[in-house]
């Protein structure tokens, strides 16, 4: 079965980075794109970005665009959003979504937090 | 800057019926914004329900149906169930700068 899953929760200090992983399973990871989507406490699902698995192209929303890297290693069938310069306002869940939006992965918590 | 805009909140009664919209501020939803929509409950992950207006995923209970309702992408329950209660989202894709964006979400309580 198609499974999406995440690295554990951060801690980070204001202008840190921070580094979350997706690792896919139960398909031909190449096949489909990942998109990163962030959820702050209380607030609606933000997109982030997107990378296709096939030939590592991104494309990234204009709000995170000189923040964020989205990366992947088709060798370990995972993907990684870095995010850098954290603010408090960053404190959030990170999740990780096949590019149809049918599976997600479980949601990393970053809390940044001086 | 574009939004998309769903009803804070809504309320049903067990067994009742109703309808989520979700609104581009760009004009009329059209099936060329491919909408789809997801429920999430509290400390889950949004859960898939409907993708390109209006088809299931195979884990999508009969109840769930989407739709195009007077120039929005509509969700609706029909015989709601007490664990129907979660937020709803839509989510309609643009292309261009910013190919994909989410509605604000609608609480849904049963009563």
């Known amino acids: 079965q198609v499974q999406l899953v995440q690295s554990g929760a951060e801690v980070k200090k204001p202008g840190a980075s921070v580094k979350v992983s997706c690792k896919a399973s139960?398909?031909?990871?190449?096949?489909?794109?990942l998109h990163w989507v962030r959820q702050a406490p209380g607030q609606r699902l933000e997109w982030m970005g997107w990378?296709?698995?096939?030939?590592?192209?991104?494309k990234y929303s204009q709000k995170f665009q000189d923040r964020v890297t989205i990366t992947r290693d088709t060798s370990a069938n995972t993907a990684y959003m870095e995010l850098n310069s954290l603010k408090s306002e960053d404190t959030a869940f990170y999740y990780c979504a096949r590019s149809d939006f049918s599976y997600w992965g479980q949601g990393t918590l970053v809390t940044v937090s001086s | 800057q574009t939004v998309v805009t769903q009803e804070p909140s809504l309320t049903v009664s067990p067994g009742g019926t109703v309808t989520l919209t979700c609104a581009s501020s760009t004009g009329a939803v059209t099936s060329d914004y491919y909408p789809n929509w997801f429920q999430q409950k509290p400390g889950q992950a949004p859960r898939a329900l409907i993708y390109?207006?209006?088809n299931k995923h195979s884990w999508t209970p009969a109840r769930f149906s989407g739709s195009l309702l007077g120039g929005k992408a509509a969700l609706t329950l029909s015989g709601v169930q007490p664990e129907d209660e979660a937020d709803y989202y839509c989510l309609l894709y643009y292309g261009g700068a910013l190919p994909v964006v989410f509605g604000g979400g609608t609480k849904l309580t049963v009563l």
């Open positions: 390109s207006t209006n």
């Open positions: 990378i296709k698995a096939d030939n590592g192209s991104t």
């Open positions: 139960g398909y031909t990871f190449t096949t489909y794109a």
